[in-house]
Nanobody, 127 residues
Framework: QVHVVESGGGLVQAGDSLTLSCAAS????????MGWVRQAPGKEREFVAA????????YYTDSVKGRFTITRDNAKNTVYLQMNSLKPEDPSAYFC????????????????????WGQGTQVTVSS
């Protein structure tokens, strides 16, 4: 059985940093692009970042470019999201997921193509 667990969320002040982790068990995701998606109450789901299965290519939505960094450690089956300079508009539940197509050559920021969703980790930013 596959388990994906996000962790690292919390309450921080604007300008602070957090690192989210996404650990998978039950199967390897070294063959899958991975992504982070966030959703705030009353708002649409937003695809935040993605990383290729090889770790050589990344994608960021415009609102987080220059502040967030996605990385992965395939040996640990873990994906990270380093979030710097957090803003009041960043608070959300953050979820990670795996592209359902192995070895997809191009990163796609479409949540409907991803699966194995975890339960999410909450990020709260106080101003």
């Amino acid at each position: 059985q596959v388990h994906v667990v996000e962790s690292g969320g919390g309450l921080v002040q604007a300008g602070d940093s957090l690192t989210l982790s996404c650990a998978a068990s039950g199967r390897t995701f070294s063959t899958n692009n991975m992504g982070w998606v966030r959703q705030a109450p009353g708002k649409e789901r937003e695809f935040v970042a993605a990383i290729s299965w090889s770790g050589t290519e990344t994608y960021y939505t415009d609102s987080v470019k220059g502040r967030f960094t996605i990385t992965r450690d395939n040996a640990k089956n873990t994906v990270y999201l380093q979030m710097n300079s957090l803003k009041p508009e960043d608070p959300s539940a953050y979820f990670c997921a795996a592209d359902l197509t192995k070895f997809r050559s191009k990163l796609v920021a479409r949540a409907n193509l991803y699966g194995y969703w975890g339960q999410g980790t909450q990020v709260t930013v106080s101003s």
